[in-house]
């Protein structure tokens, strides 16, 4: 149903070419001048308004990040969009969850960030919400039929209206912090993405010492890659915590929604031991409680949770994917391998790096001032694992491949299927998944002793290389 405010036409122009890849699991992500040109952003934000104003939406906001493509594309979607009709909310150049928050605490029909997340300076997207709820899946795919076939909508009465969100959200999670007695100092990496300022600002409010490292946004990614997952993006932020006696740091992506951990002696916290400290503190006041991990996630995560009395689920990796879940099965806590943390608890269930932040210090600002970051998990089993292991694969058969492993083990293994091959082994795992966002498998293996961990890959790696030979060959 169109919405009844204004007289709104929609029409079918010249069927166009675009490059189906861009359009992924859960946002439209590529090469910023090869894949999202003028006419490609174009025919994208035609496809949205056509989507959108079906369910009756009249205000969207859009945000972006500070890649160099950014203005150009938000000047595209924010131009059909008041055409097609609708009050555009420009938010300006924040962070992916201050666009969340934007489009879910003022109740608006939608938004859009522009952004290429932790992707390199040259590339960007969109991450597109209906309501409250990111797109993804067959939505994703009904928008690329729509933008394909040349939908074009025009409506009276849209218009676009500046309204910056930062303070807002900073007078948010500052407002709901609970924090501990202990004074903090910690050392924090923006990798010149979108954390950085709104991250200060809340650090600076609530007491917290800090210093600092590229924390000022800048789209070319001078420094480093825009990713914490990637261990050599953290070596700086780590000399850093080794040199002024920090409690622990953190590490902030490209837009904002991924969280990095190092402790007080600068060693690496994967996303999946950084679940297992909120989830502690969470069953300690929620007993009982739903949260979510992801396939790359431990196996002690969710022996862990099931120990201090939650209930674990495990889900597919992605974003949108994960707050379906939240969502669906009303859990109150979820987190991936990647460092995108999600709070029902408190907090309004979407992935912010910022907030996960917060959270993380609560918990260490209420330890005993003897007590380091690192006993927060001391009593926790350990097993030997490997961290996100890429491959470069095509897109062309990245998830054939995948499939194809699968049938290959599940006639000699058990095999978890909800998002590629986790197959299992005695005491161990391994897992193989096509991404989402790059051309690439990732691969990811966990055992009791370091030679139960190279036996799993080597198996696994050989049932991949022989695959991906045989693809090479056609």
Not at 297 to 322: A, K, N, T
Not at 324 to 334: C, F, G, S
Not at 352 to 363: F, G, M, S
Not at 404 to 431: C, K, M, N, Q, T
Request: proline fraction near 5%; aromatic fraction near 6%.
């Amino acid at each position: 149903m169109v919405p009844l405010f204004a007289p709104t036409r929609c029409e079918q122009m010249t069927a166009l070419e675009l490059n189906k890849r861009i359009f992924r699991a859960y946002d439209i992500r590529g090469v910023a001048e090869r894949d999202l040109g003028d006419e490609t952003v174009d025919a994208i934000a035609n496809a949205y308004a056509s989507m959108i104003l079906e369910t009756g939406a009249r205000t969207i906001a859009i945000g972006r990040d500070a890649r160099p493509s950014s203005p150009r594309i938000f000047s595209g979607l924010s131009s059909v969009l008041a055409n097609a009709g609708l009050t555009v909310l420009d938010l300006g150049q924040i962070s992916s969850p201050m666009l969340y928050f934007g489009v879910i605490h003022g109740a608006l029909d939608g938004g859009i960030m522009v952004t290429a997340s932790h992707n390199p300076g040259p590339d960007n997207g969109m991450k597109l919400l209906i309501g409250p709820d990111a797109m993804s899946g067959e939505d994703i795919q009904d928008l690329y039929r729509r933008a394909q076939a040349g939908v074009r909508v025009s409506a009276e009465g849209g218009t676009v209206i500046a309204q910056p969100i930062e303070d807002r959200y900073v007078d948010y999670l500052v407002e709901n912090a609970q924090m501990g007695p202990r004074h903090l100092k910690v050392a924090i990496d923006g990798g010149n993405g979108m954390s950085g300022p709104g991250l200060i600002k809340v650090l600076d409010r609530l007491g917290v010492e800090h210093t600092d490292l590229y924390c000022a946004p800048d789209g070319t990614f001078p420094n480093h890659h825009p990713d914490p997952t990637q261990l050599d993006t953290l070596t700086d932020l780590q000399a850093l915590v080794v040199k002024e006696r920090c409690d622990l740091g953190m590490a902030f992506d490209g837009d904002g929604d991924r969280i990095g951990v190092v402790d007080e002696e600068a060693r690496v916290i994967h996303g999946d031991r950084v679940l297992m400290i909120y989830a502690r503190e969470l069953l300690r006041v929620e007993p009982g409680a739903r949260i979510v991990g992801e396939v790359k996630c431990s196996q002690v995560l969710y022996d862990m949770i099931e120990e201090w009395g939650g209930e674990p689920i495990m889900s597919r990796v992605g974003h949108s994917f994960i707050k379906k879940t939240l969502k669906e099965r009303d859990a109150l806590l979820a987190g991936e391998m990647s460092g995108h943390m999600f709070f029902r608890h408190r907090y309004l269930g979407f992935d912010d790096a910022t907030y996960a932040a917060v959270r993380l210090l609560e918990i260490v600002s209420n330890l005993p001032e003897d007590l380091p970051m690192s006993s927060l998990l001391a009593d926790v089993p350990h097993p030997v694992s490997t961290p996100e292991i890429r491959w470069e694969c095509s897109d062309d058969y990245k998830f054939d491949l995948v499939n194809s492993v699968a049938e290959y083990f599940a006639s000699r293994r058990s095999v978890v299927d909800i998002d590629g091959a986790r197959i299992l082994f005695p005491g161990g795992w391994g897992l193989v998944r096509a991404s989402n966002t790059q051309p690439a498998l990732i691969m990811r293996f966990e055992a009791q002793t370091i030679e139960q961990l190279r036996a799993y890959e080597d198996e696994v790696r050989s049932v991949v290389e022989e695959e991906m030979a045989r693809r090479s060959r056609r």
